[in-house]
């Protein structure tokens, strides 16, 4: 089973601070890698798909950037929606599996 | 506008059974692949099963291997998941969640907003 690391459990920023969010595969995954968001009460929404793609809608704001081990979500310039836990999510083997979450806090 | 809903959930004592339901809309569910993604309490997400677009294809997390079975109706736009020989660390929200392109197994961009499965005698 492939194990997805994600860093820091916990982020506090301010807004306008941009964050930067880690995910690390314990073997290489190429670039098949998605992003999650989740708010509170809420299901996820997807944000990135393929490492690097943005799915429908989603704000410019959020990249997605990496392959084989390493992989960054960035959020530029963060607004206090952007509160959330962040999941990653790799595809490249069964079964498929998530990273434990970064919680993120912009306030 | 897609629209994904869970039902089926309750509470179950330990070695007991349940089958979720999933109605969707909004798209053509026989073309897309499906999947169940749990969440424990204040836990993470955690991928359950997927089946493919035509049901000939399906895929379980080991910790539900031999007891969950995954199935769908094409005629009914419904998604199923048959939960057997439940024990308390099933208990979680289960989602049911659409594949973002009909071509790939995985990821979801569309989500119902769960139900809840308990598991507790």
Known sequence: EIVL???????SLSPGERATLSCRASQSIGTYLAWYQQKPGQAPRLLIYD????????PARFSGIGSATDF?????SPVPEDSAVY???QRAKWPLTFGGGTKVEIK | DVQLEESGGGLVQPGGSLKLSCAVSGFTFSDYAM????QAPGKGLEWVSTTSAPGD??????????????????SKNTLYLQMNSLRAE?????????????TLLTPWDSWGQGTLVSVSS
């Open chain 1, 87 to 89: 999941y990653c999510q």
């Open chain 2, 35 to 38: 999947s169940w993604v749990r």
């Open chain 2, 90 to 102: 099933d208990t979680a929200l289960y989602y049911c969640a659409k594949v973002f392109r009909s």
């Open chain 2, 57 to 74: 294809a399906t895929y379980y997390a080991d910790s539900v291997k031999g007891r969950f079975t995954i199935s769908r109706d094409n």
């Open chain 1, 5 to 11: 690391t994600q860093s820091p459990a916990t982020l």
């Open chain 1, 72 to 76: 960054t979500l960035t959020i530029n």
């Open chain 1, 51 to 58: 490492a690097s793609n943005r799915a429908t809608g989603i």
